[in-house]
């Protein structure tokens, strides 16, 4: 095995169990100890790992960029994705908006629904994009996290717990065709776990760039998604999986 997929299998395994001995490295990849050090120093001079003795461990999550940074990344395919999401909201219902640049986008535009909307935001630029218009908004309370202007921790989670939404719409860090929607913190799979009993049906928004891609924290099936919304057709075997799982597909026409 040469030496560039030893260490994606190294970071395979930590994104899995999170700690390593270099021992049951060398066994895992068929190399010698000295060989499956050197992968873990190559590892660490990267900043992919930490080395500990006898091993190594996974590093904590990036932060994200902060939301303004996010805002301008695909901003042409988000404003696709916002334009066909528009029209499948349902005016006059009680809905969550996840944190997400994507939905804040959204966000900007559910304002102008003209019948009074019950919306429920983690995230303080969403809950200020809809003011001013005749809709409830709610923030769920809870910790500050700065870099993203949202708020998760106990107190947020029980908030949720006791709702029941119309419809949760949220993007998506990653989505992989084997293991469904993905993301960074395990604050993001909280909420999601959250969302599976309190809401009826759950809309994501994705630009292209997510498919494929994975993350450390696992946030629910391509099955438990009702309407998946990005800005073209997702690459295989994406398509078929989403048939399979009766998911709606809906491709946004570029403007």
């Known amino acids: 095995m040469l ?21 049951a490295l060398a066994a895992d990849l068929g190399v010698s100890i000295e060989t499956a050090r050197r992968d873990l ?3 660490e001079r990267r900043r992919l790992l930490r080395r500990v003795h006898g091993g190594a461990v996974a590093l904590p999550p990036p932060s994200l960029p902060p939301v303004r940074l996010r805002m301008d990344y695909a901003s042409d395919a988000k404003a696709d994705i916002v334009e066909a999401a528009l029209p499948l909201v349902p005016a006059g219902s009680h ?6 640049s994507t939905v804040l986008a959204l966000a900007g535009r559910l304002a102008d629904l003209p019948v009074r909307t019950t919306f429920v935001t983690n995230m303080i630029d969403i809950a200020v994009a809809l003011r001013g218009g005749v809709h409830e908004v709610h923030l769920t309370g809870g910790e500050l996290y700065a870099d993203t202007h949202t708020l998760g921790g106990p107190e947020a989670l ?11 719409i ?9 293991h469904g929607v993905m993301g960074p913190t395990t604050a993001h799979a909280a909420i999601t776990d959250i969302l599976r ?6 809309m994501v928004l ?3 760039s997510k498919f494929g891609r994975s993350d450390r924290y696992r946030q629910g099936d391509l099955a438990e998604i009702d309407v998946l919304v990005t800005d073209r057709r ?18 946004a026409r570029h403007r």
């Open 3 to 23: 030496a560039n997929a030893r260490q994606q299998r190294i970071l395979e395994l930590l994104n899995a169990v999170a700690e390593v001995e270099v021992a």
């Open 170 to 178: 949220t993007g998506a860090a990653a989505l992989d065709a084997e």
């Open 206 to 208: 994705s630009d292209y």
């Open 234 to 251: 997702p690459p295989e075997p994406f398509p078929a999986r989403l048939a399979a799982a009766k998911v709606q597909l809906v491709i």
């Open 197 to 202: 009993r309190r809401a009826r049906r759950r």
């Open 95 to 100: 809905i969550f908006l996840g944190a997400g």
């Open 158 to 168: 029980r908030f949720l717990e006791n709702r029941l939404f119309d419809l949760a």
């Open 41 to 43: 120093v190559a590892l």
